[in-house]
């Protein structure tokens, strides 16, 4: 069982559908491929478990991992059930990483297109699984740390679920919402079929409008929930940001924190980044211009002075699409040149496509992800674009600030929490503070104003942005903190 006292290590279970290098979709692969290794550094026993959805085994091994088969079968209980899984451990490595192998995880995509009763069952296999891991692997943690919707079948099972709550753990555990968008709706009927109590279903639990809502249920059986930066904590809980989980949290807000994700600084670093054509430092950016005529002449373009704004990302409503691409015919007219890479809704995709076939010499695209390419645009540019309608924390403009490229950024979330305006101190880019087309267009002529007229001013800006900290180095030990405080 698990018990602690202050002077020994504490053991964390982070559970998680995604981590670099293994398996990502989104931002958070990133988060939890770098927060556990960050706070193992830093002195806890943390450890990971993933499933092991097709290819990932095969990324270990390419990653040079040995990977040992343990023994003993998982056995899990949904409902009465038994569903059989079997579990890898790498056994070298700086992190020790389990992995999950069981048909639930076969020919899927991690995430399902719709969320039913049939396409949850990889995630309740997974979640429920963290439950058995202490048996099966000789280690018992003292804190499970779950992230997003996905793993909140967890939290829930060892509060309602018949069979798990008899086992009376002792676990504490933590809920990070990494978006609050996603939170899986699903019918109270199919929670039943993983053997939830029928005391789940009170609006004190995790009904939601006749329903059920996972990440309701996580939040309030959490013993803390965190989400991934301060300002993001914030708007979570009024109404306009809590996507109908305002109320909910605000009631819960005495166990509720922000805490800003970090960066694996060791990847992404200029000065050592393999897949730039040149490396560079704040001190000296010769090798910044070197990278950005590489991204001109890769994209076919002559310098001609006009600055070039760039973006990396999912084209998706939350990213601000639906305001960027009004802006583009007036941001050609004030000589600006965009470069956007990624890839998401059809129309933003398509509406991208035409707009660099109408202005080929001011706008282009990559549609697709493709990691040198996107480190080119994080280093080529001298503006990154990250209109966000929301952003819980937001990756890219830690890195674009990294690597020298003002961000342009909505004034929202962990953004407003790391972007600061031109000309306030620590200023190091430009925010939009109107989610409009306008709002957009009035921050850009302010970045257009400091790039004409203020070279000094630029640089300074440059300078803030790289000398700044957005390790993990600031952000574990409050995780750190967080597990202590939870502890008995
Ligand atoms: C999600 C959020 C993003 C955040 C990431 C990691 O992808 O949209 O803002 O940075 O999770 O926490």
Known sequence: MATADSSKR????????????????????????????????????????????DGVLDA????????ERIPRSVDVAIDWRVCRGTLWKTSDGELPVYFLESPFFQGKNIYPQQLDPESVLPFVF???????????????PDILHCHDWGTAPLIIALLWHKYYRLRQFEYRTVFTIHNLAHQGHLPLYSLRDW??????????????YGGANLMKGAVVGASAVTTVSPTYAWEIQTEEGGAGLGGLLRSHSHKVRGILN??????????????????????????????????????????????????????????????????????????CRLFLAGSGQHEYETAIQEAS?????SVASFIGYDEEIAHQAYAGGDFFLMPSKFEPCGLSQLISLRYGTLPVARSVG???????????PGGNGFLIFDYSPEGLLSAIGRALDVFWNDAGGYRAAQVSGMASDFSWDRSAPVYHDLYRSLLP
């Open 10 to 53: 504490i053991k964390v279970l982070h559970v998680s559908p995604e981590a670099v290098p293994f398996c990502k979709v989104g931002g958070l692969a990133d988060v939890v491929g770098s927060l556990p290794p960050s706070l193992k550094k830093s002195g806890a026993d943390c450890r990971l478990l993933l499933p092991a959805w």
């Open 60 to 67: 270990a091994r390419d990653k040079g991992l040995k990977l």
């Open 126 to 140: 997974l979640s429920f699984a963290a439950l058995e891991l202490e048996e099966v692997s000789e280690w018992n």
């Open 195 to 208: 053997g939830i109590a029928e005391d789940a279903f009170t609006m004190f639990g995790l009904e939601y």
């Open 262 to 335: 970090g960066l694996d600084t060791a990847y992404w670093n200029p000065l050592t980044d393999p897949l730039l054509p040149a490396n560079y430092s704040q001190k000296d950016l010769t090798g910044k211009k070197k990278c950005r005529n590489a991204l001109l002449e890769q994209l076919g373009w002559k310098e001609d002075g006009r600055p070039l704004f760039t973006s990396v990302g999912r084209m998706v409503d939350q990213k601000g699409f639906d305001i960027l691409l009004p802006a583009i015919p007036r941001m050609v007219e004030w000589g």
């Open 357 to 361: 076939g109408r202005w080929p010499d």
């Open 414 to 424: 962990g953004l407003a929490d790391t972007v600061f305006e031109y000309g306030a």
